[in-house]
């Protein structure tokens, strides 16, 4: 069973930039692809972006100028830089992963077989 750990987030001012971690451990083997999906209160949760493990990527419109996604495959980690935040970025971060098939979009359609507990990241103006 995959297990997930995201850290990293926190507060910061508008325009700051925080970096999140996401490591995985116990049956990373099978992880095929790994997301991060944003909850704002009163809001729907949002995927923000994916990898797969052959590197490629994909954003959400709304990140894709502002939000890097990356991976150390030797850590079992996934990383999302986030630059030029905003008050709007302000939510809950969750890590996630797809196990033994590939990513298949849309990312809020794919399906993931593993949740980290999330981290908070808030941004005030």
């Known amino acids: 069973q995959v297990q997930l750990v995201e850290s990293g987030g926190g507060s910061v001012q508008s325009g700051g930039s925080l970096r999140l971690s996401c490591a995985a451990s116990g049956g990373t083997y099978y992880i095929y692809y790994m997301a991060w999906f944003r909850h704002a209160s009163g809001k729907e949760r949002e995927g923000v972006t994916v990898?797969?493990?052959?590197?490629?990527?994909h954003y959400a419109d709304s990140v894709k100028v502002q939000f890097t996604i990356d991976q150390d495959n030797a850590k079992g980690t996934v990383y999302l830089q986030m630059n030029s935040l905003k008050p709007m970025d302000t939510a809950m971060y969750y890590c996630?992963?797809?196990?033994?098939?590939?990513?298949?979009?849309?990312?809020?359609?794919?399906?993931?077989?593993?949740w980290g507990q999330g981290t908070q990241v808030t941004v005030s103006s």
């Open positions: 990898i797969n493990r052959d590197g490629t990527t």
């Open positions: 996630a992963d797809g196990v033994g098939r590939w990513y298949s979009a849309p990312l809020d359609r794919a399906p993931f077989d593993y």
